[in-house]
T-cell receptor, first 120, second 113 residues
Framework: AQKVTQAQTEISVVEKEDVTLDCVYE???????LFWYKQPPSGELVFLIR??????QNEISGRYSWNFQKSTSSFNFTITASQVVDSAVYFC?????????????????FGAGTTVTVRA | DGGITQSPKYLFRKEGQNVTLSCEQN?????MYWYRQDPGQGLRLIYY???????QKGDIAEGYSVSREKKESFPLTVTSAQKNPTAFYLC????????????FGNGTRLTVT
Protein backbone atom coordinates (compact mmCIF):
# COMPACT_ATOMS: atom_id res chain seq x y z
CA ALA A 1 0.00 0.00 0.00
CA GLN A 2 1.04 3.54 -0.65
CA LYS A 3 2.00 5.60 2.35
CA VAL A 4 3.17 9.15 2.93
CA THR A 5 4.60 10.20 6.27
CA GLN A 6 5.05 13.76 7.40
CA ALA A 7 6.54 13.30 10.84
CA GLN A 8 6.39 16.99 11.79
CA THR A 9 2.92 17.96 12.95
CA GLU A 10 3.66 21.61 13.63
CA ILE A 11 6.60 23.94 13.06
CA SER A 12 6.84 27.46 14.43
CA VAL A 13 9.54 29.88 13.28
CA VAL A 14 10.30 33.55 13.41
CA GLU A 15 10.16 35.47 10.17
CA LYS A 16 13.29 35.17 8.01
CA GLU A 17 14.24 31.79 9.45
CA ASP A 18 14.50 28.82 7.09
CA VAL A 19 12.13 25.91 7.59
CA THR A 20 12.41 22.39 6.19
CA LEU A 21 9.44 20.05 5.93
CA ASP A 22 10.13 16.33 5.80
CA CYS A 23 8.26 13.83 3.64
CA VAL A 24 8.96 10.11 3.48
CA TYR A 25 6.99 7.81 1.20
CA GLU A 26 6.49 4.11 0.52
CA UNK A 27 5.54 2.66 -2.84
CA UNK A 28 6.06 -0.48 -4.91
CA UNK A 29 5.54 1.38 -8.16
CA UNK A 30 8.56 2.11 -10.30
CA UNK A 31 6.91 5.14 -11.88
CA UNK A 32 5.24 7.63 -9.63
CA UNK A 33 4.82 11.31 -8.96
CA LEU A 34 5.35 13.28 -5.77
CA PHE A 35 3.61 16.55 -5.02
CA TRP A 36 3.62 19.33 -2.48
CA TYR A 37 0.49 21.37 -1.81
CA LYS A 38 -0.05 24.40 0.41
CA GLN A 39 -3.33 24.95 2.28
CA PRO A 40 -3.67 28.52 3.58
CA PRO A 41 -6.39 29.41 6.11
CA SER A 42 -8.84 29.97 3.24
CA GLY A 43 -8.90 26.18 2.77
CA GLU A 44 -8.04 25.77 -0.89
CA LEU A 45 -5.11 23.49 -1.68
CA VAL A 46 -2.56 25.23 -3.87
CA PHE A 47 -0.29 23.13 -6.06
CA LEU A 48 3.40 23.91 -5.49
CA ILE A 49 5.45 21.28 -7.27
CA ARG A 50 5.35 17.91 -9.02
CA UNK A 51 8.33 15.59 -9.34
CA UNK A 52 8.45 12.29 -11.21
CA UNK A 53 10.34 9.27 -9.94
CA UNK A 54 12.94 9.45 -12.71
CA UNK A 55 13.98 13.01 -12.03
CA UNK A 56 16.09 13.37 -8.90
CA GLN A 57 17.30 16.86 -9.68
CA ASN A 58 16.71 19.27 -6.86
CA GLU A 59 14.58 22.25 -7.75
CA ILE A 60 14.50 25.85 -6.60
CA SER A 61 11.67 28.27 -7.21
CA GLY A 62 12.16 31.59 -5.52
CA ARG A 63 12.30 30.99 -1.78
CA TYR A 64 11.13 27.39 -2.20
CA SER A 65 13.40 24.43 -2.83
CA TRP A 66 12.87 20.69 -2.97
CA ASN A 67 15.25 17.81 -2.29
CA PHE A 68 14.20 14.48 -3.80
CA GLN A 69 16.26 11.45 -2.74
CA LYS A 70 15.01 8.18 -4.13
CA SER A 71 17.53 6.18 -2.10
CA THR A 72 15.91 7.30 1.13
CA SER A 73 12.37 7.69 -0.31
CA SER A 74 12.26 11.29 0.77
CA PHE A 75 11.00 14.48 -0.85
CA ASN A 76 11.76 17.34 1.51
CA PHE A 77 10.68 20.94 1.10
CA THR A 78 12.54 24.03 2.33
CA ILE A 79 11.26 27.57 2.64
CA THR A 80 14.13 30.03 2.79
CA ALA A 81 13.78 33.34 4.64
CA SER A 82 10.23 32.54 5.72
CA GLN A 83 7.50 35.18 5.70
CA VAL A 84 4.23 35.47 7.59
CA VAL A 85 2.36 34.69 4.36
CA ASP A 86 4.01 31.25 4.36
CA SER A 87 1.89 30.28 7.37
CA ALA A 88 -0.22 27.36 6.18
CA VAL A 89 -0.60 23.60 6.25
CA TYR A 90 1.69 21.87 3.79
CA PHE A 91 0.87 18.45 2.36
CA CYS A 92 3.11 15.98 0.62
CA UNK A 93 1.33 13.56 -1.72
CA UNK A 94 2.17 10.47 -3.77
CA UNK A 95 0.47 9.29 -6.94
CA UNK A 96 -1.17 5.87 -6.84
CA UNK A 97 -2.60 4.21 -9.96
CA UNK A 98 -6.35 3.88 -9.92
CA UNK A 99 -7.69 0.32 -10.07
CA UNK A 100 -9.39 -1.12 -13.16
CA UNK A 101 -11.47 -0.29 -15.11
CA UNK A 102 -9.74 3.09 -15.02
CA UNK A 103 -6.55 3.27 -17.09
CA UNK A 104 -3.79 5.82 -17.17
CA UNK A 105 -4.92 7.81 -14.17
CA UNK A 106 -4.06 8.13 -10.53
CA UNK A 107 -5.29 9.27 -7.17
CA UNK A 108 -3.20 11.07 -4.60
CA UNK A 109 -2.27 9.61 -1.23
CA PHE A 110 -1.67 12.47 1.17
CA GLY A 111 0.43 12.79 4.27
CA ALA A 112 -1.21 14.18 7.41
CA GLY A 113 0.22 17.63 6.76
CA THR A 114 2.61 19.94 8.60
CA THR A 115 1.27 23.19 10.04
CA VAL A 116 3.79 25.99 9.60
CA THR A 117 3.42 29.14 11.65
CA VAL A 118 5.68 32.06 10.84
CA ARG A 119 5.72 34.75 13.54
CA ALA A 120 6.57 38.36 12.77
CA ASP B 1 -10.56 33.07 -14.85
CA GLY B 2 -10.94 29.31 -14.84
CA GLY B 3 -11.37 27.47 -11.62
CA ILE B 4 -13.37 25.16 -9.38
CA THR B 5 -16.31 26.53 -7.43
CA GLN B 6 -17.67 24.78 -4.39
CA SER B 7 -20.81 25.96 -2.68
CA PRO B 8 -21.76 26.70 -0.05
CA LYS B 9 -18.62 27.41 1.98
CA TYR B 10 -20.34 26.46 5.26
CA LEU B 11 -23.22 24.03 5.60
CA PHE B 12 -25.15 22.99 8.68
CA ARG B 13 -27.54 20.03 8.83
CA LYS B 14 -29.41 18.00 11.36
CA GLU B 15 -28.51 14.38 11.81
CA GLY B 16 -30.57 12.09 9.58
CA GLN B 17 -30.84 14.55 6.68
CA ASN B 18 -29.21 14.09 3.31
CA VAL B 19 -27.21 17.04 2.01
CA THR B 20 -25.72 17.79 -1.41
CA LEU B 21 -22.47 19.67 -1.93
CA SER B 22 -21.96 21.44 -5.21
CA CYS B 23 -18.81 21.38 -7.35
CA GLU B 24 -18.53 23.15 -10.70
CA GLN B 25 -15.41 23.57 -12.83
CA ASN B 26 -14.77 25.58 -15.99
CA UNK B 27 -11.29 24.23 -16.65
CA UNK B 28 -12.56 21.71 -19.21
CA UNK B 29 -11.06 18.91 -17.15
CA UNK B 30 -12.23 15.37 -17.74
CA UNK B 31 -11.48 13.96 -14.31
CA MET B 32 -13.08 15.11 -11.07
CA TYR B 33 -12.61 13.98 -7.49
CA TRP B 34 -14.07 14.40 -4.01
CA TYR B 35 -11.83 14.33 -0.97
CA ARG B 36 -12.63 14.52 2.72
CA GLN B 37 -10.34 16.24 5.23
CA ASP B 38 -10.51 15.71 8.98
CA PRO B 39 -8.43 17.63 11.56
CA GLY B 40 -4.86 16.39 11.75
CA GLN B 41 -5.32 14.03 8.83
CA GLY B 42 -4.53 14.10 5.19
CA LEU B 43 -7.14 14.04 2.49
CA ARG B 44 -9.01 10.83 1.77
CA LEU B 45 -10.64 10.02 -1.56
CA ILE B 46 -14.43 9.55 -1.56
CA TYR B 47 -15.38 9.26 -5.25
CA TYR B 48 -13.85 10.02 -8.61
CA UNK B 49 -15.03 10.34 -12.18
CA UNK B 50 -12.99 10.16 -15.37
CA UNK B 51 -15.79 10.93 -17.84
CA UNK B 52 -19.41 11.99 -17.91
CA UNK B 53 -21.91 9.41 -16.67
CA UNK B 54 -19.20 7.30 -15.09
CA UNK B 55 -17.72 7.32 -11.58
CA GLN B 56 -15.99 4.97 -9.16
CA LYS B 57 -15.79 4.60 -5.40
CA GLY B 58 -12.69 5.82 -3.64
CA ASP B 59 -11.31 4.71 -0.30
CA ILE B 60 -14.19 5.93 1.89
CA ALA B 61 -17.32 5.90 -0.30
CA GLU B 62 -19.73 4.41 2.25
CA GLY B 63 -22.50 6.86 3.08
CA TYR B 64 -21.86 9.05 0.03
CA SER B 65 -23.23 9.22 -3.50
CA VAL B 66 -22.32 11.24 -6.60
CA SER B 67 -23.50 11.94 -10.13
CA ARG B 68 -21.71 13.15 -13.23
CA GLU B 69 -24.36 14.24 -15.74
CA LYS B 70 -22.28 17.11 -17.10
CA LYS B 71 -18.54 17.49 -17.59
CA GLU B 72 -18.48 20.65 -15.49
CA SER B 73 -20.42 19.34 -12.50
CA PHE B 74 -19.77 16.64 -9.90
CA PRO B 75 -22.14 17.02 -6.92
CA LEU B 76 -21.62 14.97 -3.76
CA THR B 77 -24.51 13.83 -1.57
CA VAL B 78 -23.77 13.02 2.05
CA THR B 79 -26.49 10.62 3.11
CA SER B 80 -27.84 9.82 6.55
CA ALA B 81 -25.91 6.55 6.34
CA GLN B 82 -22.60 8.38 6.72
CA LYS B 83 -21.71 7.88 10.38
CA ASN B 84 -19.36 10.83 10.83
CA PRO B 85 -20.30 13.40 8.20
CA THR B 86 -18.87 16.49 9.90
CA ALA B 87 -15.72 17.34 7.92
CA PHE B 88 -14.17 19.62 5.33
CA TYR B 89 -14.94 18.48 1.78
CA LEU B 90 -12.72 19.33 -1.16
CA CYS B 91 -13.51 18.92 -4.82
CA UNK B 92 -10.71 18.63 -7.37
CA UNK B 93 -10.24 18.20 -11.10
CA UNK B 94 -7.43 17.54 -13.54
CA UNK B 95 -6.63 16.81 -17.14
CA UNK B 96 -5.92 13.25 -18.15
CA UNK B 97 -2.28 12.30 -18.15
CA UNK B 98 0.22 11.36 -15.49
CA UNK B 99 1.93 14.73 -15.28
CA UNK B 100 -1.23 16.73 -14.74
CA UNK B 101 -1.66 17.97 -11.15
CA UNK B 102 -4.92 18.17 -9.23
CA UNK B 103 -6.58 21.56 -8.95
CA PHE B 104 -8.74 22.08 -5.87
CA GLY B 105 -11.77 24.16 -5.01
CA ASN B 106 -12.09 26.23 -1.82
CA GLY B 107 -13.91 23.50 0.03
CA THR B 108 -17.20 23.15 1.93
CA ARG B 109 -17.21 22.78 5.70
CA LEU B 110 -20.12 20.55 6.69
CA THR B 111 -21.34 20.41 10.28
CA VAL B 112 -23.97 17.86 11.25
CA THR B 113 -25.53 18.04 14.70
Amino acid sequence: AQKVTQAQTEISVVEKEDVTLDCVYETRDTTYYLFWYKQPPSGELVFLIRRNSFDEQNEISGRYSWNFQKSTSSFNFTITASQVVDSAVYFCALSEPLPPPVKGDYKLSFGAGTTVTVRA
Amino acid sequence: DGGITQSPKYLFRKEGQNVTLSCEQNLNHDAMYWYRQDPGQGLRLIYYSQIVNDFQKGDIAEGYSVSREKKESFPLTVTSAQKNPTAFYLCASRNRGWDSPLHFGNGTRLTVT
